[in-house]
């Protein structure tokens, strides 16, 4: 019997793989006390490859051998992605962080972020290749090849843009549940300081899965570049900035969400995004017709 690779069974196959996986990992150091420990750690972080590694378990299953060449060159293809939108990209998150740090110091007396990766690059420039590869592993490289990559456009088929987009987002933040429950995480550290902030990981991650979607909208289907922007929405708002304060962490994200809201805007009201986000799910449902 020939495997539908755009069944419903496969996508709800991928999420509930993903997630136990991730939870099973994230958990069992939690529960046995191994949090902090090297077997602990291990443990911890080999859940979190989940995404990506069940995608690619399900793309070498069940996708025919020319699918499987444009998923792989869609992942990995610099030509596809362009140079617009990763620079877009920069400026946007470069610039919310630098509006959110001026108000939070300026103007309502937060402590000034450490920003060590930053002086550590200024010290030594070639220390930011080893800040991007680092950035790259921690969410893009484990995850994307799953959210963006095999998840992405089975929602947009079915549920549309927005709904689609939405629902992956809060899918991708409830699989952050571990990491609540983990020393050292910044979630843990979101509910410990406040459970209003760390309830608010949710919409945020959900509003920033727009954007991603957006911006892999704009790309014709690019996986690389929705990578990218998970990519630098790690970096510019956290890890460069780190070590900070909470309330500095909270208001970057809340202005990425005044953000990402005003992209949700246009992307409910605007004719011409709906016509490029109805031909991009043209190609997908054609692509689908042909394998």
């Known amino acids: 019997m020939k495997k539908d690779p755009m069944s419903n069974k496969y996508l709800v196959l991928f999420f509930v793989l993903t997630l136990a996986w991730t939870w099973i990992c994230g958990f069992i150091p939690v529960l046995s006390g191994l949090t902090g420990t090297g077997a602990g750690t291990f443990i911890f972080y080999f859940g979190g490859g989940a995404p990506s590694v069940v995608a690619l378990f399900l793309v070498f299953l069940t996708y025919p051998k020319d699918k499987r060449k444009d998923y792989f060159h869609r992942c990995f293809s610099f030509r596809k992605m362009g140079l617009k939108w990763p620079l877009i990209t920069i400026a946007v998150f470069t610039l919310l962080s630098v509006l959110s740090i001026f108000i939070g110091t300026g103007l309502m007396g937060f402590e000034m972020p450490k920003m060590d990766y930053i002086k550590a690059i200024a010290h030594n420039p070639l220390n930011i290749f080893l800040v991007l590869l680092l950035s790259l592993i921690s969410g893009p490289l484990n995850e994307e090849f799953g959210w963006r990559g095999y998840a992405l456009d089975r929602l947009l088929i079915r549920f549309g843009f927005l709904k689609g987009s939405l629902l992956l987002g809060f899918i991708w933040a409830i699989w952050h549940l571990p990491w609540f429950f983990t020393p050292g995480q910044a979630q843990y550290n979101l509910m410990h300081d406040s459970v209003f902030h760390a309830l608010m990981f949710i919409p945020s991650v959900m509003m920033l899965s727009v954007f991603v979607s957006f911006v892999y909208i704009k790309t014709d289907r690019s996986i690389l570049a929705g990578a990218l922007v998970h990519m630098f929405s790690n970096l510019i708002g956290s890890q460069l900035l780190?070590?900070?304060?909470?309330?500095?962490?909270?208001?970057?994200?809340?202005?990425?969400?005044?953000?990402?809201?005003?992209?949700?805007?246009?992307?409910?009201?605007?004719?011409?995004?709906?016509?490029?986000?109805?031909?991009?799910?043209?190609?997908?449902?054609?692509?689908?017709?042909?394998?």
């Open 242 to 291: 780190s070590p900070y304060t909470t309330e500095i962490s909270m208001l970057v994200r809340y202005t990425n969400m005044l953000f990402f809201l005003g992209v949700t805007v246009y992307a409910a009201f605007s004719r011409r995004f709906k016509e490029e986000t109805a031909a991009v799910i043209c190609s997908i449902r054609k692509q689908e017709q042909e394998g």
